[in-house]
C-alpha cells in the first residue's frame, strides 16, 4: 500500500465510528456474524447509582516526543494517587496523544484516565484542548466508559476540576453500574507476540510496544499493550484488547502488571461491542497464561435511539511515525444534524503480528447536545469497508450512551453514518 493509499485509508476509517470490528482470521478463526443494528432491546436490567468524590494527584509526568515538529502523536503518561475523605483510595495513569496544535502553545489531547480502586477500576476518556506540554488547566467533563470489580459495566461522568495545586484535581463521579450480569468463558490458544521497545534512553520504557495475537476455534484475541512504567522489576502497560466471538466482538481496555517470574491473570474493562454484543458491557480476564478468558457481560439498558443519521467530511489530517508503527490524527466536520458539529479522531497503525495488522481508532463527535465517543481496534486491511463499530460514552444529553454506528464509504473523504445506541 502506497503512503497516499495509507493516509486516505486511514482519514477514511477515523470519519467512521471508530472501534472495535472483526478480525481478518485464519480458517479456524471463530465464525462471526454480520454486525446488526436491529437488535431487539433487551429486558431492563438492575443498576445502582452512585456518586462520589476523589481526589487525583499526579506523581510524575512523562513526556515522550514523536519527533513531529508540531508535537503531533506526542505520548504524555501520568501516574499519580487518588484519595476518598482524605485517605489514600487507589492510584491513577492518565495515557494522552497529541492530535493537533489549534493555535500557538495550545494542543488537542485524547486522555484515556484508568482509576484504580481497592475496589475496581473506572476508565475514563475524552478529547481537550490544554496548554502545550502542561497537564489540566481547566475544568472538563470526561465520559466514563466502563471498569471492573465494582463498577464492572460503569458509565457516566466525571467533573475534573482542577484545585490549586498544579496536577491535583476534584473528580466528581456520577456512575450507574448494572448489577445483572452473565458468565461465561472460551478458551484460546498460545498467543504470538512481537515486543518493540521505547526509543533509546526513553524513561522507563514508556511507549514501548507489545502485540499480541491469538486464533482459536472459539475465539481470538488481538491486543495492543503500551508501556507506561516500570519499577522494582513489575511492568506496566495500557492494553487495548479486541475479542472475537461467534456473534461479534468485544472491545476492552486496563492496566495490567507483571513480572517476568510471577506471571498472573489480567483483567479488563470491557467498553463496548458489535453484533450480538452491540451495547454490552462488564469484565474480562485473561488466564495467567493466557489461553482462557473469562467474561462476566451485561446487556445495555435505557430507551434505544435508531433515529440518528449524518454524513463526516475530513478537514485537516497528519501523520507522524510512534513507536512500532504510524499515528495519523484527523478532524472534520458533520452534515446532516442540526448546529455545526465537528468530530476529531486517531488512527495508531502498528506492524502485523500474526495474520493481522492491528489499527488501535479513536472519534469524538460534538453534536449540539453533547458529545459522542467511540473507539477500538480494527484489521488495517479493512479500514475502508462498510462495517460496525461501537459507541462507548459521552456528556451532555449523550452521558452513558452504548451501542453500534454502521459506516458506509461514500468516498475518501465521505462516509455516511447510522448509529444505534441506549441511552
Not at 515522550?64 to 487507589?90: F, H, L, M, Q, Y
Not at 517476568?260 to 474493562?269: C, D, G
Not at 497464561?289 to 485537516?316: N, Y
Amino acid at each position: 500500500m502506497t503512503r497516499a493509499t495509507r493516509v486516505a485509508a486511514a482519514a477514511a476509517i477515523t470519519l467512521a465510528s471508530l472501534g472495535a470490528v472483526p478480525m481478518t482470521t485464519s480458517a479456524t478463526a471463530a465464525p462471526v456474524a454480520a454486525p446488526s443494528l436491529l437488535q431487539a432491546a433487551p429486558a431492563a436490567a438492575p443498576q445502582k447509582k452512585e456518586a462520589f468524590s476523589l481526589t487525583l494527584s499526579i506523581k510524575n509526568r512523562t513526556i515522550v516526543p514523536s519527533g513531529a515538529a508540531n508535537g503531533i502523536g506526542d505520548v504524555t503518561v501520568e501516574n499519580g494517587t487518588a484519595e476518598r475523605d482524605g485517605a489514600k483510595a487507589g492510584t491513577f495513569t492518565t495515557l494522552s496523544r497529541v492530535l493537533s496544535v489549534p493555535k500557538k502553545g495550545v494542543e488537542s489531547r485524547d486522555a484515556q484516565v484508568t482509576v484504580q480502586l481497592k475496589n475496581g477500576t473506572i476508565q475514563m476518556q475524552a478529547v481537550n484542548e490544554e496548554l502545550a506540554g502542561e497537564p489540566f488547566a481547566v475544568g472538563r467533563i470526561l465520559p466514563i466508559v466502563g471498569g471492573t470489580g465494582e463498577y464492572a459495566g460503569a458509565r457516566g461522568t466525571c467533573n475534573l476540576v482542577p484545585q490549586g495545586d498544579k496536577g491535583r484535581y476534584l473528580a466528581l463521579i456520577d456512575v450507574v453500574v448494572a448489577k445483572d450480569f452473565k458468565a461465561s468463558s472460551v478458551k484460546v490458544p498460545a498467543a504470538q507476540a512481537v515486543t518493540v521497545p521505547a526509543p533509546k534512553g526513553t524513561k522507563q520504557g514508556i511507549t514501548g510496544v507489545t502485540l499480541k495475537r491469538a486464533v482459536g476455534s472459539a475465539a481470538s484475541y488481538t491486543s495492543v499493550g503500551t508501556r507506561v512504567g516500570s519499577s522494582s522489576g513489575t511492568v506496566r502497560d495500557s492494553v487495548e484488547l479486541l475479542v472475537t466471538l461467534e456473534g461479534g466482538t468485544l472491545f476492552a481496555r486496563g492496566i495490567t502488571e507483571s513480572q517476568q517470574r510471577a506471571v498472573k491473570s489480567q483483567t479488563y474493562a470491557v467498553l463496548g461491542g458489535t453484533g450480538s454484543y452491540a451495547g454490552y458491557r462488564g469484565e474480562l480476564t485473561l488466564s495467567a497464561k493466557a489461553t482462557g478468558i473469562q467474561m462476566r457481560l451485561v446487556a445495555p439498558t435505557g430507551k434505544k435511539d435508531t433515529s440518528l443519521k449524518w454524513s463526516e467530511i475530513t478537514g485537516q489530517q497528519a501523520e507522524v511515525p510512534i513507536t512500532g508503527g504510524t499515528f495519523l490524527a484527523a478532524d472534520g466536520t458533520i452534515k446532516g444534524q442540526k448546529g455545526k458539529p465537528t468530530w476529531v479522531a486517531y488512527i495508531a497503525t502498528y506492524q502485523p503480528v500474526g495474520d493481522v495488522t492491528p489499527a488501535i481508532t479513536m472519534v469524538e463527535r460534538t453534536f449540539s447536545d453533547g458529545t459522542m465517543l467511540v473507539t477500538g481496534m480494527a484489521d488495517d486491511s479493512t479500514v475502508t469497508e462498510e462495517y460496525a463499530r461501537p459507541i462507548i460514552g459521552g456528556t451532555g444529553g449523550l452521558a452513558g450512551v452504548g451501542g453500534e454506528a454502521l459506516s458506509k464509504p461514500v468516498s475518501a473523504a465521505k462516509w455516511d453514518i447510522v448509529a444505534a445506541f441506549w441511552r
